[in-house]
């Protein structure tokens, strides 16, 4: 268990369709990242949060937005789904420490959200 | 941009032998680190070793060691005295100590590994 939470497990959903994935993060940590895992594209890199606030965009679709709160829980929003955002939505934590080692910076990964647009 | 290469997309080992995972990358930088995830049929992704491209020394854990090439950028996983719990697919992954606050991780496309009994 890296302690980090993930709702729902499974989402299955129609096209056109819009949901939210939860995450939260190991306690103590700042950072949120959320990661896409699909057959074509493989693991890639949406976006990022530190303590709030956005620090990085990846490969995330203008259909697809995310939050952090105060409580540092963060959200996934996807809208307008097609059939090809089906893919399991990672998302790790990690503490982003003034010391430069990756003692401090490993990603803790969640257990994944299974998405599948019919 | 950094990319990540895992030219072998299944291999296979007999249980107690030795298997080598491929990985090669590009990049600019100097100073990185590169990990080992493994992902079992349950999904979890479970960090299997790290190393720091600033230390020249291989970094291993237990059973598992890796070759850190860094002029040749190449960063294999060597898995010794193979298990069946060892069989999942392997990802090599790249993250840049020089991103600013953004340590996002860059993956290969994986490794699946069997192991026959």
């Known amino acids: 268990d890296s302690g980090v939470t993930q709702t729902p497990k499974h989402l299955i959903t129609a096209t056109g369709q819009r949901v939210t994935l939860r995450c939260s993060p190991r306690s103590g940590d700042l950072s949120v990242y959320w990661y896409q895992q699909s057959l074509d594209q493989g693991l890639q890199f949406l976006i990022h949060?530190?303590?709030?606030?956005?620090?990085a965009k990846g490969n995330i679709l203008e259909r697809f937005s995310a939050q952090q709160f105060p409580d540092l829980h963060s959200e996934l929003n996807l809208s307008s789904l097609e059939l090809g955002d089906s893919a399991l939505y990672f998302c790790?934590?990690?503490?982003?420490?003034?010391?430069?080692?990756?003692?401090?910076?490993?990603?803790?990964f969640g257990p994944g959200t299974r998405l599948t647009v019919l | 941009a950094q990319t990540v290469t895992q030219s072998q997309p299944e291999m296979s080992v007999q249980e107690a032998e030795t298997v080598t995972l491929s990985c090669t990358y590009d990049t600019s930088e100097s100073d990185y680190y590169l990990f080992w995830y493994k992902q079992p049929p349950s999904r979890q992704m479970i960090l299997v070793i790290r190393?720091?491209?600033?230390?020249?020394q291989n970094a291993t854990e237990n059973r598992f060691s890796v070759n850190f090439q860094k002029a040749a950028k190449s960063f294999s996983l060597k898995i010794s005295d193979s298990q069946l719990g060892d069989a999942a697919m392997y990802f090599c992954a790249y993250r840049s100590q020089s991103g600013g606050s953004n340590y996002k991780l860059t993956f290969g496309k994986g490794t699946l590994l069997t192991v026959n009994p």
């Open positions: 790790a934590s990690s503490v982003e420490g003034l010391a430069a080692t990756a003692r401090y910076n490993e990603q803790f």
């Open positions: 190393q720091e491209a600033y230390k020249q």
């Open positions: 949060y530190y303590n709030g606030e956005e620090r």
